[in-house]
């Protein structure tokens, strides 16, 4: 389970990120990144570099109950550094496993605008952004 409460699980197909805005400046996931590698942990050997993960695509496939899952709790899907390429054999994955539900947000909502000009959204994506203030931001 996660300790994320508004979701079951956290599947990480990708890690890593970069500054984009003021609400980055405290960043979780950075923080937590750093941490695992000093720890060794499988997968973060590059710290909080964009690094996409092959070997986690499949993680939702193998598991048959009904999950909430929080797409890269530990990224940003649509980070300029992640190739569209990649992006779609995660919607793949996402495609396959129909009985989950896939949370996905976003400080790029423009990169995710893109990404879905002539895709359709798979029907068990719920697709946000992260807004931090009144005023408007696109990038």
Not at 14 to 27: D, F, L, P
Not at 64 to 72: D, R, S
Not at 83 to 101: E, G, K, L, S
């Amino acid at each position: 389970m996660s300790n994320i409460e508004w979701t079951e699980k956290t599947w990480n197909p990708v890690t890593g990120c970069t500054k984009i805005s003021a609400g980055c400046k405290y960043c979780y996931a950075e923080t937590l990144s750093k941490r695992l590698k000093s720890m060794g942990v499988n997968g973060y050997q590059n710290g909080f570099a964009i690094t996409c993960h092959e070997d986690r695509l499949n993680q939702p496939l193998k598991r048959k109950i009904p999950t909430m899952y929080f797409v890269n709790s530990m990224s940003d899907l649509f980070h300029p550094r992640v190739p569209f390429d990649f992006i779609t054999q995660v919607m793949a994955t996402i495609r396959h496993a129909p009985h989950h539900t896939y949370q996905i947000l976003t400080k790029r909502p423009k990169v995710m605008q893109k990404y879905f000009a002539n895709k359709d959204v798979p029907k068990n994506a719920w697709l946000g952004t992260s807004v931090e203030n009144n005023q408007i931001f696109i990038g």
